[in-house]
């Protein structure tokens, strides 16, 4: 599965970012769909994941409230929406999917995208 992501740039902390990834390939083995972060310095970290039927999310504490993921099987892709954004929020954003493919579970990455809030 190939990964694709969009939507990331430069806003001014309090306002918001809609980030999107689009998969390709073997999309029907897909499980959950996901993102993580990294600033600089600092290691990985999960924001938010969803479940197949989209009737399952988890999301980092850091972001309840003001992030909410979801996707849209028929397009094989899923959104981050970021409302609130904080200047803590500033990382690359790396989409994953979770997924299992002749009995083998797998994970694939995007190339990432950057975010950054400005103060």
């Known amino acids: 599965v190939q990964l694709v992501e969009s939507g990331g740039g430069l806003v001014q902390a309090g306002g918001s970012l809609r980030l999107s990834c689009a998969a390709s390939?073997?999309?029907?083995?897909?499980?959950?769909m996901g993102w993580l972060r990294q600033a600089p310095g600092k290691q990985r970290e999960l924001v938010a994941f969803?479940?197949?039927?989209?009737?399952?999310?988890n999301y980092a504490d850091s972001v309840k409230g003001r992030f909410t993921i979801s996707r849209d099987n028929a397009k094989n892709t899923v959104y981050l929406q970021m409302n609130s954004l904080k200047s803590e929020d500033t990382a690359v954003y790396y989409c994953y999917v979770d997924g299992s493919l002749y009995g083998a579970g797998y994970r694939s990455w995007g190339q990432g995208t950057q975010v950054t809030v400005s103060s």
């Open positions: 390939g073997d999309t029907f083995s897909i499980k959950v």
């Open positions: 969803i479940s197949n039927s989209g009737g399952a999310t």
